[in-house]
Nanobody
Framework: QVQLVESGGGLVQAGGSLRVSCAAS????????MGWFRQTPGKEREFVAS????????YYADSVKGRFTISRDNAKNTVFLQMNSLKPEDTAIYYC?????????????????WGQGTQVTVSS
């Protein structure tokens, strides 16, 4: 069973930065792409970023491109999301997820394991 545990969320002022992390259990972390999604009350879960198993390719939602950076450390079974120039509209619960084998998409259905989420709040 794979467990994903996010950390690093919190409250930050607009224009500030925050880094969230996701630690994964299991020995096969490096075989799978990973993604970050976010969700606000009453809205569907939204794709933020994803990264291939080796970290060679990354993908971003247009709304965060140029501000957020996804990375991973396979030796530590951890994936990161560095968020800069944060805006109030970035406020959400951020979830990390493991992609299904061979996938690295933007749809939640392409991911099979999810963390519990970490709250990010950006004040204006």
């Amino acid at each position: 069973q794979v467990q994903l545990v996010e950390s690093g969320g919190g409250l930050v002022q607009a224009g500030g930065s925050l880094r969230v992390s996701c630690a994964a259990s299991g020995r096969t972390f490096s075989s799978y792409a990973m993604g970050w999604f976010r969700q606000t009350p009453g809205k569907e879960r939204e794709f933020v970023a994803s990264i291939t198993w080796g970290g060679g390719s990354t993908y971003y939602a247009d709304s965060v491109k140029g501000r957020f950076t996804i990375s991973r450390d396979n030796a530590k079974n951890t994936v990161f999301l560095q968020m800069n120039s944060l805006k109030p509209e970035d406020t959400a619960i951020y979830y990390c997820a493991r992609a299904k084998l061979g996938r690295v998409g933007r749809l939640p259905l392409e991911y099979d394991y999810w963390g519990q989420g970490t709250q990010v709040t950006v004040s204006s």
